[in-house]
């Protein structure tokens, strides 16, 4: 699935899900080595986990980071429901 990111330096998210778990992301720039970082982190992570760490963090003085654009593009997958 492909997700474009708001208010973000990346532009876009591709994430790969298998019945829930996350098993591949890649983000379209922003900061190359954060981005990866993150992505490895939350390879084999359930959605709603990765969803419940990443949701509402902000980047500077943004409303907003990659890492809450994460969150948003997941609950867009598998909502938000237990």
Do not use: W
């Not at 907003?64 to 598998?78: G, R, W």
């Amino acid at each position: 699935m492909k997700y474009r990111t708001k208010g973000t330096c990346s532009s876009a998210i591709y994430i790969e899900l298998d019945n829930g778990i996350i098993k591949s992301v890649h983000f379209t720039g922003g900061c190359n080595g954060n981005l990866q970082g993150i992505s490895r982190l939350v390879e084999g992570m359930p959605a709603k986990e990765a969803i419940s760490r990443l949701k509402g963090i902000k980047c500077g003085f943004k409303p907003t980071s990659c890492p809450d654009q994460l969150a948003v593009a997941l609950e867009s997958i598998v909502g938000t429901a237990n």
